[in-house]
């Protein structure tokens, strides 16, 4: 690298992405879409109180940014939460993961402890510009759907952030994939919910009442060597999610949809059976079939997202 562009990487502003989710807490120091060495973890039931958790995080950024030796150059944090955040993005409303943070001035809390400004956004707003972030070409209308403790759903038009309607704390209408008499109720209010199927959570309950390991991996070494209440599972949580992303479809019209998250990454077969069965239901539908794709370097599209937005606020 020459002198000129050893000085321009040196004074490009650095951010804090921080990812919270229902099963890890990820932070880190993101630069030009990459994680910097070093990126800090914790599982998310390790705190009780607020006040643990942003110790923590003080904490993690002060040893990140003393590893790197970066920290006049850091200029912004963005978090992904869980949940649902109040209109002016400066609380959270509720969360079942992190209950301790409902209510919580997070933005000036955590902006007074580090002397940055803090931007709030879901996990799926910063999940999904972290997977649309590294995409060349760029969609012009983009879905990413993530399968993890719970299931998030994020969409990107013309190179922004597109709101997506919610009723109160209710889940997206659009991810109701059950309407029968016997749907599942959802700790959301609604019953039928695609969490309620194909959540990390959610496969754990039906993983534990069959006597499985209780890791969602146990599916997919369940379907790989042939285990038919395995298979026949992958092909009933695989046709939930072709019928939820039939749905978002027809409400959004994406060009390209990305599918990640644990459970996609832990069970791999099933993203390949809606892979493979997708076409299908579009066809018999008379439906345009997007694009559908796995989501790359999937464990750090949050913290990517998160850092990448609030450089943007």
């Known amino acids: 690298m020459n002198q000129r562009h050893s000085t321009e990487a040196a004074q490009r502003p650095l951010a ?28 998310t039931s390790a705190f009780s109180s607020a006040s643990q958790f942003f110790d923590w995080l003080s904490d993690s950024i002060n040893q990140l940014c003393d590893l790197h030796k970066c920290r006049s150059r850091v200029t912004s944090i963005g978090m992904g939460l869980p ?19 409902e209510g919580v001035a997070l933005s000036d809390d955590l902006s007074r402890k580090t002397n940055l400004p803090v931007t709030l956004m879901t996990d799926a707003e910063a999940a999904t510009w972290g997977a649309y972030a590294n995409l060349s070409p760029k969609p ?32 997206l209408r659009m991810l109701v994939v059950d309407e029968t008499a016997s749907a599942k109720p959802c700790a959301c209010g609604l019953r039928g919910c695609l969490e309620t199927i194909a959540s990390g959570k959610a496969l754990l309950h039906v993983i534990q009442a069959h006597g499985l390991t209780l890791n969602v991996a146990a599916l997919q070494e369940g ?3 042939g285990d038919a209440w395995c298979q026949k599972l992958c092909a009933e949580v695989a046709s939930s999610i072709i019928c939820a992303i039939s749905s978002v479809c027809r409400e959004l019209q994406p060009d390209e949809i990305s599918i990640g998250g644990g459970v996609a990454k832990h069970w791999p077969a099933m993203i390949d059976v809606v892979l493979r069965d997708a076409e299908k239901t579009f066809t ?30």
């Open 16 to 43: 804090i992405g921080i990812d919270v989710g229902g099963t890890h807490i990820r932070v880190s120091i993101v630069e030009n879409l990459c994680v910097l060495d070093g990126l800090r973890q914790s599982p």
């Open 83 to 101: 949940g649902v955040l109040d209109e002016p993005k400066e609380r959270l409303l509720r969360s079942i993961n992190v209950p301790y943070l």
């Open 140 to 171: 012009d209308r983009f879905v990413h759907l993530r399968f993890g403790t719970g299931i998030a759903c994020g969409c990107i038009r013309d190179s922004k952030i597109k709101p997506l309607i919610r009723i109160g704390q209710e889940h």
């Open 223 to 225: 379907y790989v060597r």
């Open 284 to 313: 018999d539908n008379k439906l345009p079939m997007p694009r559908i794709m796995k989501t790359p370097a999937d464990d750090e599209s949050g913290v990517i997202g998160a850092a990448y937005l609030s450089l943007q606020a």
